[in-house]
């Protein structure tokens, strides 16, 4: 049985006449003055509610406890029931409590006035009454649901109650305050969060511009992403401010809800949420994750998939120095990573051909995490970044990051990622601070050539010398290994040689023959690993057997896609994959005799030696008590421990 505890308390005993003010008294002793009158009229004798709880009852209906102690006051006449329900300031009902043995409860059945079915958003207060009726004390209880328990367990997974005043407003960048429940499963039970603003989120295509990609962009999607922010409300509300999700993590202030509308083939729920642990696996720094059915004003609303905020609470998790700086690449074209010069927009060069065409201000191309809308971000690190990057020079980088990183998004080809979706960061700890590529927003990965119904170019006749063709999973342009370097850009255009979204780091990693190297072994240690041993595939046989029943229904909602379809669309693209990789590109990319770990890593790491790895706690043992560093359970799967390297920072 849930029971919810109390949360604040308003005590009373009777109207207190308002002190005079003496003439010649400031303004600090007229306020100690009334603190004075104040105590002194209340400490004698106050009625005291405790004890106050909620719980469902076996009809569906809610059951209030309190207990009341006078303290030498009068006793009460009444205590009673007030509530309402929804989320607004409405209709509220009193329901008189009985005592027995000191306990004092009142039912709240269904059918009673102004009582709402399951799913609906339950408020009440406990007062109590003294003599003609006056209130001498009152507790207001913590916001629950009704039949909370029943509509939890009719999932596999948790469910995340949003109650919202104006649904079609939370659609919009508008932030509309809502009331949010959430039962993180880490035995605190279901706790409420009763001060947030949600809005859209996602990119939104330029008004007057062409889509030239024929996709709509994420705030266009029917099913939208949300940002919850949660703010910091009374200080005696232990849930303010701080959204408890995962069991162990620290609370969040703020995080995303991924709709998983549209994918890079057809819809199958899961590109975004495999990805992402996909790269966990190999030690690559990335947001943790986690599916939660969403019930909005009670009624079912969608699939979503919680996703974290990459920001210093992200970095504190993983050991990273949270004050470090970090720069999310923001922009489309811009953000790979291009040489800079002396313009006012110095990232722009050397076309300087601002989006939208004839806009005169220079657009966001990096922004920094942490400096707010308006503050000046640190650009001169990432200027001279790039500025190294250009001549080669890759020392400033933690090379194992990169490599790995460059490898899991080869594998799993994710289209959209030469230019943004990364954050870059620097850790300030050391005396040589090193940089390293977190990867962000997903979605794109284990592309295929058409979104919708994930039917191959060949089939539809169109040829990859024609352009712009974006078959992802059929042209070299796109499928290669080599891709985002300078020759194997992420865009094409008519109008131009397309050579303006690569990314440089990338290049430049594939110009240096020893680097080039380092990232072919990584590469084909992650291809025999994990896609090739049947891991991937293990992943989505288990996501999918905790998602099926949800998927269902919110495709009958929102008809996203069907998962059957999709799962199916998703398993054709790892064998596809799988057999360019190993045959196509195989010769490319070498048998990967040599592990990566042996020896000294390719390039100067300042005397630091690569070693092997230790084993990830989690593999080849019973799921339930094995997990990754995301909180999920790992499918089984015949895998050994995960390939990312660590250097030796101290001694073994």
Request: hydrophobic share 35%.
């Amino acid at each position: 049985m849930t029971v919810q505890h109390f949360h604040r308390e308003h005590v009373f005993d009777g109207p207190t006449p308002a002190p005079s003010q003496p003439r010649g008294y400031t303004a600090a002793m007229r306020r100690r003055l009334m603190m004075l009158l104040l105590l002194s009229a209340c400490a004698c004798s106050a009625t005291r509610i405790y004890d106050v709880s909620s719980s469902e009852t076996a009809s569906g209906g809610m059951l209030v406890h309190a207990r009341v102690d006078d303290q030498g006051a009068t006793p009460s006449a009444q205590l009673v029931l007030r509530y309402r329900i929804g989320l607004d300031n409405g209709t509220k009902t009193n329901l008189a409590l009985s005592e027995s043995r000191g306990l004092w409860s009142a039912t709240v059945r269904p059918g009673s006035p102004s009582f709402v079915t399951a799913g609906s958003l339950f408020r009440y207060s406990v007062l109590a009454l003294g003599a003609g009726g006056a209130e001498v004390a009152r507790v207001e209880g913590p916001p629950t649901v009704v039949s909370a328990q029943k509509l939890q367990s009719q999932s596999k997974l948790p469910t995340l109650f949003w109650y919202v005043g104006d649904p079609q407003q939370a659609r919009s960048d508008t932030p509309t305050p809502s009331l949010v429940l959430f039962d993180a499963h880490d035995g605190g039970g279901l706790r409420w969060y009763g001060n947030v603003s949600v809005h859209r989120s996602g990119s939104e295509r330029h008004t007057g511009l062409s889509n030239m990609w024929d996709k709509r962009k994420s705030k266009d999607w029917p099913k939208s992403n949300f940002k919850f922010s949660f703010h910091k409300t009374a200080p005696d509300n232990p849930a303010s401010g701080a959204f408890v999700w995962m069991p162990g993590w620290p609370g969040a202030k703020a995080i995303t809800l991924h709709s998983m509308f549209m994918e890079s083939g057809p819809t199958s729920y899961m590109r975004k949420a495999l990805a992402l642990r996909f790269m966990d696996a190999l030690g690559v720094p990335a947001s943790g994750s986690r599916y939660v059915r969403v019930m909005q004003n009670g009624a079912f609303y969608g699939l979503y998939l919680l996703v974290e905020e990459v920001d210093a609470q992200f970095l504190a998790r993983r050991g990273m120095d949270p004050n470090g700086r970090l720069f999310k690449a923001a922009h489309w074209k811009y953000s790979g990573l291009r040489v800079p010069d002396n313009s006012e927009c110095p990232f722009t060069a050397p076309d300087h051909d601002y989006w939208p065409r004839g806009k005169a201000q220079c657009p966001v191309i990096f922004s920094e995490v942490g400096v707010p809308n308006g503050g000046t971000p640190h650009l001169g690190d990432l200027q001279a970044l790039a500025q190294s990057v250009a001549a080669g020079d890759l020392s400033r980088f933690d090379m194992s990051n990169v490599v790995t990183e460059m490898a899991v998004q080869t594998v799993m080809l994710h289209q959209d990622r030469c230019v943004k979706n990364r954050f870059y960061y620097e850790d300030l700890s050391s005396g040589s601070p090193k940089w390293t590529v977190i990867p962000f927003d997903l979605k794109d990965s284990f592309a295929t050539d058409n979104r919708g119904d994930g039917r191959s170019c060949a089939a539809e006749g169109k040829p990859c010398s024609h352009q712009p063709t974006y078959c992802i999973l059929s042209c070299e342009a796109f499928n290669s290994p080599l891709f985002c370097d300078a020759a194997h850009p992420q865009d094409t255009f008519p109008e131009s040689d397309g050579r303006s979204t690569y990314n440089h780091l990338v290049d430049a990693v594939l110009k240096n023959p020893a680097w080039r190297a380092a990232y072919f072994l990584k590469l084909r240690y992650v291809m025999d690993t994990y896609l090739s041993s049947g891991w991937l595939q293990a992943q989505v046989a288990h996501i999918r057997e905790l998602i099926t029943d949800e998927a269902r229904a919110d495709h009958a909602k929102w008809h996203a896609g069907d998962i059957d379809a999709g799962v199916a669309a998703l398993l054709e693209q790892m064998r596809v994959r799988r057999g360019q990789l190993y045959g196509t590109y195989g010769a490319m990319i070498g048998a990967g005799r040599v592990r990566p770990y042996g020896g000294r890593t390719p390039g100067a790491l300042e005397g630091k030696e690569a070693i092997a790895p230790t084993p990830m706690s989690g593999w080849d043992v019973d799921e339930e008590s094995s997990s990754s560093s995301d909180g999920w359970p790992w499918a089984e799967a015949e895998a050994p421990a995960p390939g990312a390297w660590r250097t030796i920072t101290k001694p073994l």
